[in-house]
Each structure stands twice: as structure tokens, then as C-alpha cells.
């Protein structure tokens, strides 16, 4: 690898997902702006805040984006999703029927995604444990039915949200970086592997955290 190759730049398209008032906007505002706000708004049209880490050596910017889960938003889809190498769908923990539209917004990503994206279900709120309503057994069982990450955070504390957003980041990489030792003209013609999973022995369920493996 040439020594510009050493210093390229990479950017991600990463999208959050998940029906209205999960926390979506401030997963986002904790994670690029270490900021939470309990009264906040929902999001009318698309926000996107971008963020930079290096990873072996090489700056990659991850350009998040928050849009509302609101139906009647639902004319901003196609243009939301194109160009997205990563998604966090997320739900309510204290809310069943968040978790109910999982599969809803796994459709949905899946229909208008135009390549493979890599995928983590989060559960937020995890500050709120004790009026729970879906149990981290659930959360875990369906990221493993569907292939996919699977993390409780809380945006209002903090609580695993940095490690979620950098797991995603860290696949993508990964994935780039394969299709990079494999050809030349990757810049042009991206194509990704199948999104592998990882066990982490750190994992620790008091903190919300399950990592879990694709057969």
C-alpha cells in the first residue's frame, strides 16, 4: 500500500432509525457533541452531524444522520438511506411497540439500502431498567434472528453509546478494508462482505451490552 494510500480519507454514511421519541437525536448529540437534552424536539426533516477517528492510521468520518420516525416524514426515505454503509435501529426499552417496528424498520432499510450495510439493534433509555419493558433477552434473541449488533445504551447517561457507534464504524472499516486488499478500483466499485458479528469477552450484561455471533 502506497503511502497515499496510508493517508486516505474515508467517509461513512450511517443512518439512525426507529419510531418517534427513542432517543434517536440524542443517541446523536451524546455521541458527536457529549450533550443530552431531556425536552428535546422532534426532529422535523434530516439532521446529520459528522464525526472523525482515526483507525489504522487512516482519518474516517463517519457522517450520521437523524431524521424522525414519524410517518409523515416517510417522503424523505429513499434520499435518507441511499449511500449508507451502516444503520443503528433503535427502540425504546420501556416501550413495546418501538421494539414491535424493529422488523418494520429492517424492512424498510433493507428495500432501500443500494448496498450491504452493516447493522446494530440498540435498545435506549437503559437508565430506565426498572420500568423496563422488553427484556434484554428479547433485544438479543432478535439481533440474532436478523444478523446484527446488538447494544443497550443510554443516551442520558452515556452508557454504552460511544461503544456502539464505533463498533459500526470499526465493521465498516473492516469491510472497506478487505474489498481494498482485493482490488484496486474500490474507490468506483465499493461491494462489501456479509456483516460478521463480534464476541466480545468484556461484555457485560449490567451494563446492557450483548454481542452475539451469525451462524
Known amino acids: ?89 433503535v427502540y425504546d426499552i420501556t416501550r413495546r411497540t418501538t421494539f414491535d417496528s424493529v422488523g418494520r424498520w429492517l424492512d424498510e432499510l433493507n428495500t432501500h439500502s443500494d448496498t450491504t450495510v452493516a447493522k446494530m439493534l440498540v435498545g435506549n433509555k437503559y437508565d430506565l431498567d426498572d420500568i423496563r419493558a422488553v427484556s434484554i433477552e428479547e ?15 443510554s443516551a442520558k447517561d452515556s452508557t454504552n453509546v460511544k461503544k456502539a457507534f464505533e463498533i459500526i464504524i470499526h465493521e465498516i472499516y473492516r469491510n472497506i478494508s478487505r474489498k481494498v486488499l482485493n482490488s484496486d478500483s474500490y474507490k468506483t466499485s465499493l461491494s462489501f462482505n456479509r456483516v460478521s458479528l463480534v464476541n466480545d469477552e468484556k461484555s457485560n450484561q449490567n451494563q446492557g451490552y450483548i454481542s452475539c455471533c451469525s451462524s
Open 1 to 89: 500500500m502506497s503511502s497515499d494510500e496510508e493517508t486516505e480519507e474515508y467517509l461513512f454514511k450511517i443512518v439512525i432509525i426507529g419510531d418517534s421519541a427513542v432517543g434517536k437525536s440524542n443517541l446523536l448529540s451524546r455521541y458527536a457533541r457529549n450533550e443530552f437534552n431531556m425536552h428535546s424536539k422532534a426532529t422535523i426533516g434530516v439532521e446529520f452531524q459528522t464525526q472523525s477517528m482515526e483507525i489504522d492510521g487512516k482519518e474516517v468520518k463517519a457522517q450520521i444522520w437523524d431524521t424522525a420516525g414519524q410517518e409523515r416524514f416517510r417522503a424523505v426515505t429513499s434520499a435518507y438511506y441511499r449511500g449508507a454503509v451502516g444503520a443503528l435501529i
Open 139 to 153: 433485544g438479543k434473541n432478535v439481533a440474532e434472528k436478523h444478523g446484527l449488533f446488538f447494544m443497550e445504551t
